[in-house]
């Protein structure tokens, strides 16, 4: 299966050739994962458990066990996941303000291990 290639925040993505790029694979998953990681939660009214709103928590307090959960309870909601393998999420803080958010879990197409690395 195939889509469209869309990294957030961004318009969709042109192919080589001016056209709309489409996406597959791994990539597929790891911009599925993206657009549910930074859409508001609710936001799509026929599916409310979809989206973790995590860009409205920047400048908020950093609650990494509240953040963990989310994500971990997202990525069982996509389907692009191995729910049979386990998903990661590792916090660190590289500098006073800022956080590295990364996540590793195991591409069900693939199989293939595959990381997700987000920073404010």
């Known amino acids: 299966m195939s889509a469209l290639s869309h990294t957030m925040g961004g318009d969709l993505d042109l192919s080589a050739t001016g056209g709309i790029a489409v996406v597959t694979g791994a990539e597929q998953t790891r911009q599925a994962l993206l657009r549910r ?17 995590l860009p409205a928590r920047v400048g908020t307090v950093m609650d990494e066990a509240g953040i963990r959960a989310l994500v971990l309870e997202q990525a069982q909601g996509e389907a692009g996941i191995d729910p049979s393998q386990p998903v990661t999420v590792t916090i660190t803080n590289p500098r006073v303000g800022a956080y ?19 920073g404010t």
């Open 100 to 118: 590295l958010l990364a996540i590793s879990y195991t591409d069900a197409t693939t199989g293939t291990v595959q990381e997700l690395t987000l």
């Open 37 to 53: 990681l930074c859409t508001n939660a609710a936001a799509y009214i026929w599916q409310p458990d979809y989206g973790a709103g």
